[in-house]
T-cell receptor, first 113, second 115 residues
């Protein structure tokens, strides 16, 4: 079945550091890929998405590129802020089913001033 | 545009008691989802509705969980009787239609603690 694997957290960075959170997936067909963010005490918010190979999703300084050859969708940001501290979830939506989301376990990011 | 509304936000119950959660999706969204998020894990789909019909409930523990979406709008998720392992956040979400690539919008969640 479909699955998403994310790097273990927490990831601890200083403000203005470069961020990478790795995400790889297993799916039949060609899924759409998503990054969701969950701030403390809140629900999930869509951060960015990509629906086909080589697409780059971007939002709020975050970027991720859909790499079919490596089945990856790594999240990057050039300069993190304290306000980016949250849990980040990678997810996929398989077009062959009912297009529900399959999530990774999440990666907590902690940014210190 | 109003987002996905859920209530109650927080609930503490004793094991073997019952609880119900309510969800109002974004206006016009035909697809509604209930996810369960256990602490430290990613959300897991419990049930998906298309209008007022169920399209996927394969991971819903039907001996204790039930859900309905009358009139294809609001939905309720019920747990009876609750177990300790049901302690989790219950997330309601909605989308225009179940097409891969469509954005799924989540509510803030209903936090359940079973003691």
């Amino acid at each position: 079945g479909d699955s998403v694997t994310q790097m273990e957290g927490p990831v601890t960075l200083s403000e203005e550091a470069f961020l990478t959170i790795n995400c790889t997936y297993t799916a039949t067909g060609y899924p759409s890929l998503f990054w969701y963010v969950q701030y403390p005490g809140e629900g999930l918010q869509l951060l960015l998405k990509a629906t086909k190979a080589d697409d780059k999703g971007s939002n709020k300084g975050f970027e991720a590129t859909y790499r079919k050859e490596t089945t990856s969708f790594h999240l990057e940001k050039g300069s993190v802020q304290v306000s980016d501290s949250a849990v980040y979830f990678c997810a996929l939506s398989d077009p062959g089913g009912y297009s529900t989301l399959t999530f990774g376990k999440g990666t907590m990011l902690l940014v210190s001033p | 545009e109003a987002g996905v509304a859920q209530s109650p936000r927080y609930k503490i119950i004793e094991k073997r008691q019952s609880v119900a959660f309510w969800c109002n999706p974004i206006s016009g969204h035909a697809t509604l989802y209930w996810y369960q998020q256990i602490l430290g894990q990613g959300p897991k789909l419990l049930i998906q509705f298309q209008n007022n019909g169920v399209v996927d409930d394969s991971q819903l523990p039907k001996d204790r969980f039930s859900a309905e979406r009358l009139k294809g709008v609001d939905s309720t998720l019920k747990i009876q009787p609750a177990k300790l392992e049901d302690s989790a956040v219950y997330l309601c979400a909605s989308s225009l239609e179940p097409v891969s690539g469509n954005t799924i919008y989540f509510g803030e969640g209903s936090w359940l603690t079973v003691v």
